[in-house]
């Protein structure tokens, strides 16, 4: 009974690890930028910190899901940023910062909190933390859909 219960706990945890790496890295927004003037869509970039709770479900239940979807893979480029990692990315401007230091940099103190960016990395939409668990995914649409607007209204203006 006990082997049945270990092989029944492995093969789930093993499943939550493989969702959760579906949540693509953030590692050169310069190359994401070239990818938002071509396809003419926003970067949802989302930032967490380990054991955050709200974190994981975001990123198990929304997030993860919604990168394997191709109705997603051609609305938005998503990307994640661990706020207390020092690894290095290219930013917007090709210089290499840690995740640490770019999510400072955009004054994220608060996780999970969800941004979608133009190619320049300006913010067109935000959420801070989950402010409604069971309609974060319908929030999470309307954010991406009034992104996309404006990013299209920025892209075809004239000067």
């Known amino acids: 009974m006990i082997r ?8 789930f945890s093993n499943v ?18 070239q990818k938002v003037w071509k396809q003419k869509i926003p970067i949802l970039i989302m930032f967490s910190i380990p054991d955050c709770g709200y974190c994981k479900i975001i990123k198990e239940e929304v ?8 109705e997603y893979n051609k609305k938005i480029i998503i990307r994640h940023i661990d706020a207390q990692s020092f690894d290095e990315i290219n930013n917007f ?23 979608l960016v133009d190619n320049y990395g300006s913010i067109l939409g935000k959420i801070v933390g989950v402010p409604s668990e069971e309609y974060y995914w319908t929030d999470l649409d309307e954010a991406i859909e009034k992104s996309t607007k404006k990013l299209h209204k920025r892209m075809s203006a004239e000067l």
Do not use: C, Q, W
């Open 4 to 11: 049945y219960s270990l092989l029944f706990l492995l093969l």
């Open 16 to 33: 939550s690890i493989a969702e959760e790496l579906t949540l693509p890295v953030a590692k050169d927004f310069l190359m994401d930028a």
């Open 63 to 70: 997030l993860s899901p919604m990168a394997t979807m191709g």
């Open 93 to 115: 401007y090709n210089e290499e910062v840690s995740h640490n230091e770019f999510a400072f940099k955009r004054a994220v103190n608060f996780f999970p909190t969800v941004m």
